[in-house]
């Protein structure tokens, strides 16, 4: 299941908001990640930055599917995209039971530097401007926000 709600009908890039509700496999991430690359091309990141913007929000909604809702096929990936004058902010959100972002081990340690997972949660908070993790009942919410490079009128 894959449903969009768009209201961003203005003709300028600097107020848009859209919203999807997806099934919890692996396949509709992609459509997170198209979205976010979308949103961040209009919003005027560099192109390597519209990519790493894209590639967080992908890890995000992979993270909620695969850790948060384990591909229970009763549970749903939220995801909502926001841009303004002043940010893009991206949230995922899962049924899950939850995790504490901090208890995530550090992927840059000896003992998990060849690990092939668990380096979501970094490379979320190394590129973004911020992350919030929000406990839900049930889930977790991810709030990725990144400035825009100047400030644009709304």
Known sequence: MKTFEDSATL????????????????????????LAHQYADDAGFDAETVLKIAMVAREAAVNAILHGNRQDPARHVRATLNLTAEALTICVADEGDG????????????????????????????????????????????????????????
């Open 99 to 154: 995790f504490d972002p901090d208890a995530v081990p550090d992927p840059l340690t000896p003992e998990n530097i060849l690990r092939g997972s668990g380096r979501g949660v970094f490379l979320m908070r190394a590129i973004m401007d911020e992350v919030h993790v929000r406990l839900l009942h049930p889930g977790t919410e991810v709030t990725l926000v990144k400035r825009r490079p100047q400030a644009l009128p709304v």
């Open 11 to 34: 003709s300028d890039v600097s107020r848009k908001h859209e919203s999807l509700t997806l099934d919890s496999v692996l396949e509709t991430v992609l459509a997170i990640e198209t």
